[in-house]
């Protein structure tokens, strides 16, 4: 009965390759979002997605590409992986009566080698 | 630039004290304040605030408002070792209520 899950946990990968992290919501939300938050623990909002509509864009590098294939599913694709990459990445999701009440996935720890 | 600064970065308390973390906010078309406590995995939601001067409280943790003045204050009464964590300011602001996060009070209890 989880209610927001991403996959993978843990994700070690060299500079350059290509990866996935895929993200999930079964509360019947309207509006997902990708955060990064970096070894100084700062988190930073990079993409928001609604009804599969992207809504907000943050200057991100565009080797990051979201897909949202429906409404409960935003995934983050990472083309050309660098080291500066590093960080876990967060989903959340929240309803759209209130955008701000996000609850949060557990996060994808990347590790770029 | 929306900004959102927390003080202190961090906090060693004995269990039992009263804790009260700060949060100053600039932004663009403020919606609400928000404050969410990690641990070690992702942020849970604690509290929305939209209005000045009324107090939202949940057991023994409380905060407060006041939009003239911009910012907003987290008090943890009797504090236990399971209070122990990051407490993480945010602002929704704009049309979209794009969340800015402050950094982060890490909180300690130390029985």
């Known amino acids: 009965d989880t209610a927001v899950s991403q996959t993978p946990k843990y994700l070690v990968t060299q500079m350059g390759n290509d990866k996935s992290i895929k993200c999930e919501q079964n509360l019947g939300h309207d509006t997902m979002y990708w955060y990064k938050q970096d070894s100084k623990k700062f988190l930073k909002i990079m993409f928001s997605y609604n009804n599969k509509e992207l809504i907000i864009n943050e200057t991100v590098p565009n080797r990051f590409s979201p897909k949202s294939p429906d409404k409960a599913h935003l995934n983050l694709h990472i083309n050309s992986l660098e080291l500066g990459d590093s960080a876990v990445y967060f989903c959340?999701?929240?309803?759209?009566?209130?955008?701000?009440?996000?609850?949060f996935g557990p996060g994808t720890r990347l590790t770029v080698l | 630039e929306d900004k959102v600064v927390q003080s202190p970065l961090s906090l060693v308390v004995h269990e039992g004290d009263t804790v009260t973390l700060n949060c100053s906010y600039e932004v663009t078309n403020f919606r609400s304040l928000l404050w969410y406590k990690q641990e070690k995995k992702a942020p849970t939601f604690l509290f929305m605030l939209?209005?000045?001067?009324i107090e939202k409280k949940s057991g023994r943790l409380s905060s407060i408002l006041d939009k003239k003045e911009l910012f907003s204050i987290l008090n943890i009464t009797a504090t236990q070792t399971g209070d122990s964590a990051v407490y993480l300011c945010?602002?929704?602001?704009?049309?979209?209520?794009?969340?800015?996060f402050g950094i982060g009070t890490k909180l300690q209890v130390i029985p």
């Open positions: 959340a999701s929240s309803p759209i009566e209130a955008r701000n009440e996000q609850f």
């Open positions: 939209t209005s000045s001067g």
């Open positions: 945010a602002v929704g602001a704009g049309g979209y209520q794009k969340v800015t």
